[in-house]
């Protein structure tokens, strides 16, 4: 297996990911059993590498998404509690409808100058707890609309996605519809 300055792909993308998700870099390094200058000397190689690997495979791409979806593996796969796991960010966001509502909390959110990132904190989530979320519910509706579904089944599916997701657009434009943003108000142009 590939190294660089010791450290594996897996290492290296599942060091991103924690790091993503709130481990602090400290904690990052002592895992990988290397030094500040060493580590920022490797994740500039690996970064580098990875899109020469992904041009070569695209598949590569899918497994550093799997990294960041599920970060507790290879050297990681005890170390620290800060990352939340796919199991427990599924106990705050179980279903569909409640992945909808955030997401669009979110959307809307933003269009009147709501922080993201406060939602998703709001709801006991992080970024990367919420990435994996949704990698979760795009394979969801990606297996909802397969082609080798029948035209009815396909048609029911698309129905209760758009449904829901409309209802909460509908709700959070209603939520939202009285505030405003005004983020270039003390520009002068």
């Known amino acids: 297996m590939e190294t660089i300055n010791g450290v594996t792909f897996e290492d ?10 709130g481990m ?3 904690e990052v390094l002592n895992v990988l059993g290397i030094e500040l200058p060493v580590w920022q000397k490797t994740t500039d190689e690996w970064s580098a590498k990875l ?16 990294y960041f979806t599920n970060p507790k593996q290879g050297k990681f796969a005890n170390a620290g509690a800060t990352t939340m796991s796919l199991a427990d960010a599924l106990a705050i966001v179980p279903d569909f409808d409640a992945y909808q509502q955030i997401f669009w909390q979110m959307s809307k959110g933003a269009d009147v100058g709501i922080d993201g990132i406060q939602v998703l ?6 970024l990367q707890s919420w990435s994996s979320v949704g990698q979760h519910y795009s394979q ?9 579904l029948s035209p009815e089944e396909l ?35």
């Open 12 to 21: 290296w993308a599942c060091a991103c990911a924690n790091l993503a998700g």
């Open 24 to 26: 602090p870099e400290n």
């Open 51 to 66: 899109g020469d690997m992904m041009a070569e495979d695209m598949n590569i791409a899918t497994k550093y998404g799997e």
């Open 121 to 126: 904190q709001n709801h006991g989530l992080t």
């Open 140 to 148: 969801m509706q990606h297996q909802m609309m397969d082609e080798n």
């Open 155 to 189: 048609k029911r599916n698309y129905d209760t996605i758009t449904q829901i997701s409309e209802k909460w657009q509908n709700h959070w434009d209603n939520h939202y519809k009285d505030s405003k943003a005004d983020l270039a108000g003390d520009i002068d142009f």
